[in-house]
């Protein structure tokens, strides 16, 4: 798959950006210590992956400047200085830290100057393709917050600004303000919340959605077990998540081997068949996926082109209908 003519692009929201069907999703490369972490990192493995997807054909890269700490947006600039392709770089504010690694949240107007403007150094570049607000807190901040990213792109060190983790109420009071390009929320066969408001509020308002977390943080790869799991780094956030204890895990592993078996129809992994679920909704733009080795960009890269059929996503959704937690 090293060729990009057969990758159809979908248009971003009421932006003229032009995204590959997946993207790469650079939380889990910010390594370790700190509140969100993925466990330790390297940083040469990161590049690689970095590299591994721009040569797959992946033309945009999804980071934050909380990511650890800083350090994913580094680790991104130093992927960028050392490949000749050009992808679109998304990155977002809202979450700060203290020299202490502890981690706080402002939408002041003046905290969002000094992430900008820390974001565009880290990154090395001179504007940021979409500026994204991370999270709606502190929600009474939002308005001050979104009429600063209006003046950020007036100002040409944005070109478009979206909005992440928001609710169809919070994005109509910010719509007031400017317009919003993109949302970003958690969207997989685990987390379908945001299909009864969020989604047909976004279609029909011309908000593209980039959807984040399509394999439930790695769990949907066919990568993780029980065993898996109970080893993960002590400093790995998803030790704590709910969807990688029980008694959801042993359900989500049978999930797994569902989606196993559609994809070995395909010549696919059940990553692959986690992510081309998510896409097969009409609201939703493009996908993040994560990768943390050239190894793992591979596995999943193949969701660039694969998609589900109508069969297949009934499948997938019978068996969750008749598996609930």
């Not at 003519?5 to 370790?32: E, H």
């Not at 609710?167 to 379908?192: F, W």
């Not at 399509?214 to 998540?241: F, H, I, N």
Request: charged content about 20%.
């Amino acid at each position: 798959m090293s060729t990009t003519s057969s990758i159809s692009l979908r248009t971003l929201g009421n932006s003229d950006l032009q995204l590959t069907p997946i993207g790469f999703g650079a939380w889990a490369i910010g390594g370790g210590n700190w509140e969100f972490a993925w466990g330790p990192q390297d940083d040469d493995e990161s590049v690689a992956a970095i590299h591994r997807a721009l040569d797959l054909g992946m033309n945009w890269i999804d980071t934050a400047a909380i990511y650890g700490l800083g350090h994913s947006e580094e680790v991104v600039a130093r992927a960028l200085k050392t490949t000749s392709h050009k992808p679109l770089v998304f990155t977002k504010c809202s979450m700060r830290w203290h020299d202490d690694r502890s981690i706080y949240r402002s939408l002041k107007s003046g905290s969002l100057q000094e992430e900008l403007e820390g974001s565009l150094r880290r990154l090395g570049v001179e504007t940021i393709d979409l500026y994204q607000i991370h999270w709606p807190n502190p929600d009474s901040e939002i308005e001050e917050g979104w009429e600063t990213l209006a003046r950020f792109r007036k100002e040409g060190k944005i070109r478009w600004i979206g909005v992440s983790n928001f609710s169809v109420e919070q994005m109509k009071r910010v719509q007031q303000i400017a317009p919003i390009t993109s949302l970003q929320p958690p969207y997989s066969m685990l987390r379908r919340a945001v299909e009864e408001e969020i989604l047909p509020y976004t279609q029909a308002n011309g908000i593209g959605v980039i959807n984040y977390s399509p394999m439930v943080s790695g769990l949907l790869t066919g990568k993780m077990s029980a065993e898996r799991v109970a080893a993960l780094p002590a400093d790995d956030w998803r030790k704590r998540a709910v969807e990688f204890n029980e008694p959801r895990l042993s359900r989500n592993l049978k999930l797994v081997e569902l989606l196993r078996e559609i994809g070995s129809g395909h010549g696919v992994g059940p990553g692959v068949v986690a992510v081309a679920w998510t896409l097969h909704n009409p609201a939703i733009t493009a996908a993040i996926v994560g990768g943390r080795s050239g190894q793992q960009v591979e596995g999943v890269a193949p969701a660039l082109t694969f998609r589900v059929n109508d069969e297949e996503y009934k499948r997938i959704n019978d068996f969750l209908a008749a598996n609930p937690v």
